[in-house]
C-alpha cells in the first residue's frame, strides 16, 4: 500500500514596517496581510469581517492607500509600509475624524470604525469640500450595521470642512498605480502621517460654554494649616498650583485667566490624557473662585467647572478649603463615569492635591505622587465600603 502524499505549505520570511517599527516574521506564503497582522505580530486594531473585500473592516494602509488587508497577501507587502490604526494614534487628522464620531455619534458597537477612520481619513486627504455624496461613494465599501450612516457622513463632513476653513487644502499629487505593495522600497507614499504638532490649530479645539450646566457634581473639602489670604493667594499662582495636582501639566498661559494644557488619567489599566483650555475667575473679597474648563484625549469629551473658597478654619491661623465640582463626559469614558466611581477617583487627587499643597506652602518638596493614577484594588475596596455603610445606615432603626 502506497504512503499518503503530503504537501507542506510553504513559508517565507516577510520583513516590512508596521506602525513605523521594522518588523520581520516567516509564514506561509498564503498569509493574508490581516492575519499576518493581528495573530503573528498581535496587533489587533485591525478587524476581520466579511474576508471577501466587501465589508472594510480589515481596512489599513500600505505606503500611504487604504487598502484590504484581507485580500492582500503578506508577502506581496515584503518591504512596504503598513498603518493600522494603531499606527494613526498621534495622527493629527485622525484625531479629528475621532473627536468628530464622538460629537456626531458615528459610532455604536465598533467594529467597523478602525476601517471606516482609515477610509474617512484618506477622503479627508483628497476631497476640496464636504461634498454628501461624493463621501457616501468614497465610503460605499465600508459596511456599518449600526448607526446607519448619517453620522459618519456627518463627522466626515465636518472635518473636511474645518480643515478647508483653516486653510489646509487637499491632497494635490497623484495617487501612485498598480497593486498594493507594488511600490514598497520607494518614495512614492503621498499622505504621510501628520503629527498632531503638525497640523494642530493655533487655538485648540474646544469650547467653553458660558451657560454650561454639569450633568453630576459633588462636594469635596479639605483643610490646611496656613491662613486663609494666604491659601487663597497661592490659588492665583497657576503653575504652582498645577504642580501639586497630579497628572496636571500647564502648555501655556495666553492670558493672565487662561490656560492651556492638559490632565493625565491613569485607573488600573485604564490611562488617557485630555488636552484643552481653562478660563479662571478670582474675586478677592470673598477669596472664591472658578475654574471652567473644556478638553478631550480624542475620543471622549468633557467640560466641567470648579468653584471653591477658602473660609476660616476650625482652629486660629488655619484654612478650610471648600470645592464644588460639576462635570459632563462624553464618549467611551463615560462608561465609567458613574457619579460615585468619579467622585472617589476625584477624592484621590484632591487628597494628594492638598498634601502636595501642604508641603509647597511649607516650603518642602512636594511628596511624590503617582501621575494621576489611581490604585483599581483600593478603589474598589473603598466603593464596597461605602455601599455597605450606606446599606447598613439605612438598616439602623
Known amino acids: 500500500m502506497n504512503a499518503p502524499v503530503t504537501t507542506a505549505n510553504p513559508t517565507e520570511t516577510v520583513r516590512l514596517t508596521l506602525n513605523g517599527r521594522p518588523v520581520a516574521a516567516e509564514v506561509e506564503a498564503r498569509t493574508n496581510l490581516v492575519d499576518f497582522v493581528r495573530d503573528t505580530l498581535d496587533v489587533t486594531g485591525t478587524h476581520i469581517g ?16 487604504p487598502a484590504r488587508s484581507c485580500l492582500t ?89 474645518d480643515r478647508r476653513a483653516r486653510g489646509i487644502g487637499p491632497r494635490t499629487a497623484e495617487r501612485p498605480l498598480g497593486p498594493v505593495g507594488a511600490h514598497a522600497g520607494t518614495d512614492t507614499i503621498v499622505a ?34 496656613f491662613p486663609p489670604d494666604q491659601v487663597f493667594a497661592v490659588f492665583g499662582a497657576i503653575r504652582e498650583v498645577a504642580a501639586c495636582l497630579p497628572g496636571a501639566v500647564v502648555e501655556a498661559m495666553p492670558a493672565p485667566d487662561r490656560v492651556e494644557g492638559g490632565m493625565r488619567l491613569k485607573l488600573g489599566p485604564i490611562a488617557t490624557t485630555f488636552r484643552g483650555t481653562a478660563r479662571i475667575s478670582r474675586d478677592a473679597e470673598t477669596r472664591s473662585g472658578v475654574i471652567l474648563g473644556a478638553g478631550g484625549d480624542g475620543r471622549s469629551s468633557t467640560q466641567g ?21 460639576g462635570y459632563t463626559l462624553k464618549g467611551p469614558l463615560a462608561q465609567f463615569s458613574r457619579p460615585g466611581l468619579v467622585r472617589e477617583v476625584a477624592g484621590r487627587l484632591i487628597a494628594d492635591f492638598s498634601a502636595n499643597l501642604d508641603a509647597h506652602l511649607k516650603g518642602a518638596p512636594a511628596p511624590a505622587a503617582a501621575s494621576g493614577g489611581v490604585n483599581p484594588i483600593r478603589l474598589v475596596l473603598s466603593l464596597i465600603g461605602a455601599r455597605l455603610r450606606a446599606l447598613l445606615g439605612r438598616a439602623e432603626p
Open 305 to 325: 467647572e470648579i468653584r471653591y473658597r477658602v473660609t476660616e478654619g476650625a482652629a486660629p491661623g488655619t484654612s478650610r478649603v471648600a470645592l464644588t465640582v
Open 73 to 161: 497577501f503578506a508577502s506581496a507587502c515584503s518591504g512596504a509600509s503598513v498603518t493600522t490604526i494603531e499606527g494613526l494614534d498621534d495622527d493629527a487628522i485622525a484625531a479629528e475624524l475621532r473627536a468628530a464620531f464622538n460629537r456626531e455619534h458615528a459610532l455604536q458597537c465598533g467594529f467597523c470604525t478602525p476601517g471606516m477612520l482609515v477610509s474617512s481619513r484618506d477622503l479627508v486627504l483628497r476631497l476640496p469640500e464636504p461634498d454628501e455624496h461624493r463621501i457616501r461613494m468614497g465610503l460605499a465599501g465600508n459596511l456599518c450595521r449600526c448607526t446607519g450612516y448619517a453620522g459618519i457622513v456627518k463627522a466626515v463632513a465636518s472635518v473636511i470642512a
Open 192 to 225: 504621510p502621517l501628520a503629527t498632531a504638532d503638525a497640523a494642530r490649530p493655533a487655538a485648540l479645539p474646544t469650547m467653553l460654554a458660558e451657560d454650561f450646566t454639569p450633568a453630576h457634581s459633588f462636594d469635596q473639602s479639605f483643610d490646611l494649616p
Open 50 to 65: 466579511c474576508e471577501h473585500g466587501v465589508c472594510g473592516a480589515c481596512t489599513v494602509l500600505v505606503d500611504g492607500e
